[in-house]
């Protein structure tokens, strides 16, 4: 295992943190083309967090503020995210692949151009966030709320959407394949131009008021 780097640093370029709990504030780093690895954020503060071309795998984040972050054709692996705050965070060219989290919230959030893959989220909040040409892929979500949220050219492909949120969301150019929609909420929902394939949107729960343009 390598040793970590002076953690009181400001910018890490290609540099590798990795193991043990990191219980101070790590708030407004820079990372450039490194690695974070096996660690523990806990009961602290990671606000502002700049991140390029950086790794973070089985890396997880409890009781964390981490609001504000902008992320930049990261990879994010295995990482674990249970009542932490990542609200208006900026996520840019990243693939979020098995990640773990519950009563956590992403909202105001914008994704654009990301792939989340295998996740299972439960009770996590991405309410008011923008989606642009992203992919979920074998998403598995409970309870996870989208209320308000604007989807364009997004696609959904073989997710468990069990008790989503999508009240009052938008969706442009979006498709649903293969997807499981058990008691999933629609109610006010915009559809417009959106492909529904191999998917029966009638196992919602509510789709009062749904317009399709």
Same mark, same amino acid.
């Given at each position: 295992?390598?040793?970590?780097?002076?953690?009181?640093?400001?910018?890490?370029?290609?540099?590798?943190?990795?193991?043990?709990?990191?219980?101070?504030?790590?708030? !407004?780093?820079?990372?450039?083309?490194?690695?974070?690895?096996?660690?523990?954020? +806990?009961?602290?503060? *990671?606000?502002?967090?700049?991140?390029? @071309?950086?790794?973070?795998?089985?890396?997880?984040?409890?009781?964390?503020?981490?609001?504000?972050?902008?992320? #930049?054709?990261?990879?994010? &692996?295995?990482?674990?995210?249970?009542?932490?705050?990542?609200?208006?965070?900026?996520?840019? !060219?990243?693939?979020?692949?098995?990640?773990?989290?519950?009563?956590?919230?992403?909202?105001?959030?914008?994704?654009?151009?990301?792939?989340?893959?295998?996740?299972?989220?439960?009770?996590?909040?991405?309410?008011?966030?923008?989606? #642009?040409? *992203?992919?979920?892929?074998?998403?598995?979500?409970?309870?996870?709320?989208?209320?308000?949220?604007?989807?364009?050219?997004?696609?959904?492909?073989?997710?468990?959407?069990?008790?989503?949120?999508?009240?009052?969301?938008?969706?442009?150019?979006?498709?649903? &394949?293969?997807?499981?929609? +058990? &008691?999933?909420?629609?109610?006010?929902?915009?559809?417009?131009?959106?492909?529904?394939?191999?998917?029966?949107?009638?196992?919602?729960?509510?789709? @009062?008021?749904?317009?399709?343009?």
């Amino acid at each position: 295992m390598e040793p970590n780097p002076d953690l009181e640093k400001r910018i890490f370029i290609q540099e590798t943190i990795t193991g043990g709990d990191i219980l101070e504030d790590f708030s !407004g780093r820079r990372l450039l083309g490194g690695i974070l690895k096996s660690l523990r954020f +806990h009961d602290g503060r *990671c606000r502002y967090l700049r991140a390029q @071309d950086t790794r973070l795998h089985d890396v997880s984040f409890d009781h964390v503020l981490c609001d504000a972050g902008s992320f #930049q054709n990261c990879r994010w &692996e295995k990482v674990h995210a249970e009542n932490s705050l990542f609200t208006a965070s900026h996520f840019s !060219g990243c693939t979020l692949e098995k990640t773990m989290g519950k009563l956590s919230s992403f909202g105001l959030s914008v994704f654009s151009h990301c792939r989340l893959s295998e996740s299972q989220l439960s009770e996590v909040s991405f309410s008011g966030s923008q989606w #642009q040409d *992203c992919r979920f892929e074998r998403e598995d979500y409970l309870f996870v709320r989208f209320p308000s949220s604007v989807f364009i050219d997004t696609q959904f492909a073989g997710c468990r959407l069990q008790k989503a949120i999508f009240r009052a969301a938008t969706f442009i150019r979006c498709s649903f &394949e293969q997807c499981t929609l +058990h &008691e999933t909420v629609f109610h006010k929902a915009r559809f417009i131009d959106t492909k529904w394939i191999d998917t029966d949107i009638r196992q919602a729960a509510n789709l @009062d008021e749904v317009r399709y343009d």
